[in-house]
């Protein structure tokens, strides 16, 4: 069974940092490209980022570039999300999720990131 | 300001039809695959329909997708009341180099 579950999230001051991490499995972690997704409270889904199977093509959306560094270690089967110079409007739950060709197949629980002071 | 366009609200009485529209443009949807995303109140969005009409195993056949130029829409006949959630589309950009979402469409069954 695929498995996805996110951790890492808290409570931070702005300008703080966070590392969110992802744990796989049930499936080939190193063969899939993943994504992190996040929702702030009571709004739509926003894409963060995006992480190649061998982690040599990496995107980002243009409100995160130069604050978060997205990361894989294929041999423990995770994900990472660092983000650092936060900000209030970076509060929102954060998902990783399994890319199969283009397409969000799985998503984990998410975990929350609350931005404040 | 999302990139693809939906109406925020939709509703339908049981065993009703319905459709959700997702406009985009050129360099998304008029070029790349569409996704449409449902999300139940208070659980991670899920996968309902990938590469404009295909469905993941487990997604019954009263949802369907479709596209047509710089537009995508889903559809769900035979309403029920286990289908109220919050419905996503999704595509990738080329102009932007990364995923959009539409803002999201409230479903109400009556």
């Known amino acids: 069974e695929v498995q996805l579950v996110e951790s890492g999230g808290g409570l931070v001051q702005p300008g703080g940092s966070l590392r969110l991490s992802c744990a796989a499995s049930g499936f080939t972690f190193s063969s899939f490209n993943m994504n992190w997704v996040r929702q702030a409270p009571g709004k739509g889904l926003e894409w963060v980022s995006f992480?190649?199977?061998?982690?040599?093509?990496?995107y980002y959306a243009d409100s995160v570039k130069g604050r978060f560094t997205i990361s894989r270690d294929n041999a423990k089967n995770s994900l990472y999300l660092q983000m650092n110079s936060l900000r209030d409007e970076d509060t929102a739950v954060y998902y990783c999720?399994?890319?199969?060709?283009?397409?969000?197949?799985?998503w984990g629980q998410g975990t929350l990131v609350t931005v404040s002071s | 300001q999302s990139v693809l366009t939906q109406p925020p609200s939709a509703s339908g009485t049981p065993g009703q039809r319905v459709t959700i529209s997702c406009s985009g443009s050129?360099?998304?949807?008029?070029?790349?695959?569409v996704s449409w995303f449902q999300q139940l109140p208070g659980t991670a969005p899920k996968l309902l329909i990938y590469s404009h009409n295909q469905r993941p195993s487990g997604v019954p056949d009263r949802f369907s997708g479709s596209k047509s130029g710089t537009s995508a829409s889903l559809a769900i006949s035979g309403l029920q009341s286990e289908d109220e959630a919050d419905y996503y589309c999704a595509a990738w950009d080329d102009s932007l180099d990364g995923w959009v979402f539409g803002g999201g469409t409230k479903l109400t069954v009556l």
């Open positions: 050129s360099s998304n949807i008029g070029t790349n695959t």
């Open positions: 999720a399994r890319d199969r060709n283009g397409d969000f197949d799985f």
């Open positions: 992480i190649s199977s061998t982690g040599d093509t990496i």
